[in-house]
Structure formats: C-alpha cells, structure tokens
C-alpha cells in the first residue's frame, strides 16, 4: 500500500488545520516529542512543517500534499511548481482571508506606494514586497524581519512595514495606519504534479480535498426540522430559503407533515420566530458536519 505523505501547517494554523481535518472525517493526534503526527488512515503519513517552507517541499517531491498559505507559495515562487486542488478559506481566529498591508505610523508622509520611494521597510514576506515595488517602478530597501514587526514602524527603526492581518484591529491599536493592502492570501491545499500522476495518491488527494470542502461548507449551514399542518404547507415553504427545495413528508396524523431544510446559521435567529408565528411545531436545529 503505496502511502500519501501529507504536510500540516506547525504554528498558528496548526489547531485549527487539525480540528478541520477532524471535522472532516481524520483523527490526526500531535506527538509532541516529534514532527510526525498519528492519523487513523493507514493510507496517510503526515508531518508538521511550517507554511513558509510548504510550498518548496511540496515542488520537489519530499511532500505529495500540504496546506500552506498563497502567500507563501508566492513567496517562495513555486506556483508554477505545485498544483492547486483547492482554497480553504479558515485560519486561526476567523474565516475570513487574510491581508498582508502596507503600514505606517499615522502621521507618516507616506499616503500611497509610490511614496516609499527610497525607504526602508521591514517584512517576514521579503522577496513578494521585492518583486511588488519593483513591478511598480519603485526602489527601496526591504529587509527580513524575524518578528514583532510592527513595534520596528513604532520605533522608527524602519518607515513601514508589510504585516498579515484579517481586521485591522491590532495594527490600529498600535496607533499605526494602512496604507493599502498588497495581497490577499488563503490556505491552498497544494499537491506536487508527480503524485497527481500516480492513480492511488490521485484518488487519495481528490478524497482529502472533497472532505475539507465539506466540512467547511458545513460550518455555515444548518439544518431545520419542524413539522406544520398541511394547509400551511406554502405559506411556511415560502419563508424557508433552501439549497433547492425543503424535504416534506406526511406524519402519522395525515394532517401533519415533516419539513426539513438546510439554511444559512446566521439567519435561523430570525427565520425561526417567523415559522413559529407561521404555525411550525416541534421546530428543530442541527448542526451539520459536513455537505457535499
């Protein structure tokens, strides 16, 4: 049995890299005196690598599958290298894609990219902000930051600085300003071009992929049940938004019947009292793990 070497992002995306895969149908359990987590697929290995090096790993075969960040893959300049299967919008604190943004201290001159010409700007993401001032024409001096670097603009040891954030909110607790944004980055699920050849590993990748999909389509949904009298069946169908159509059918007392649907979480607040007011009885919410 011919196995799927499978890359987990290590750091901030890790726990919640694995509660998606758990959701997903994997128990992946972290050994932490190593790199190698235990999953219950005998046809998966998995290790833990940090985002920043997914991507080479993936190119050059060492991985056949791992998850890391647009970024990164950019970075590294390995999207011709690697084939995407697929974009999982989740990260650590939200689900909502992440910005890496260009940042000053409010009372900075700068007010637009073109502005840095001749500054000096700290970034973990190095060669990306390179390769982005100079497609405009623009020359300065990028230099890798090992971390904190916000507090490198707030101390004036550099004019800006290029930091990932999803809301803002720290960057402008900081008393620092955005600028502009440069990138908007997700998770990639990557897999190397070779493996994709090989119909086992094939078929193993399409299998993860619709998995992840699922679940994380399935944290925005979920399902109603409630039962309503016959005659009130198109009053009540008709405030009930649904994939295609509600599922209906009749109870014992054949007056009865049994309605289920799939619906959007944040409108259940709302939409239940509706029903309730419309006749429904017995009004039920699930939550769903996955939807395919």
Sequence with gaps: MTQLRLGLPKGSLEQSTLALFEQAGWKISPNYRNYYPEVDDPELSCVLVRAQEMAPYVANGTLDLGLTGL????ETETQDQVEEICTLTYSKSSEQPSRWVLVVPKDSPVSRIADLQGKKIAT??????????????????????????????????VDAVVEITETGSTIRAHGLRIVEDLLVTETRLIANPRARQDPGKRAKIDQIALMLQAALAARHKVALKLNIRDRDL???????????????????????????????????????PRLRLAGAEGILEYELRKMV
Excluded: C, M, N
């Design 124 to 157: 973990e993401l190095v060669g990306f902000t390179q390769r982005y001032l100079a497609e405009r024409g623009i020359q300065a001096s990028v230099e890798f930051s090992w971390g904190a670097t916000e507090a490198k603009v707030v101390e004036g040891l």
């Design 234 to 272: 198109d009053s009540i169908v008709a405030l009930l938004p649904s994939l295609h159509a509600p599922t209906v059918s009749h109870l014992y007392d054949r007056e009865w019947l049994a309605v289920e649907t799939v619906v959007d979480a944040r409108l259940v607040r709302d939409l239940v």
């Design 71 to 74: 970024d990164w893959i950019l």
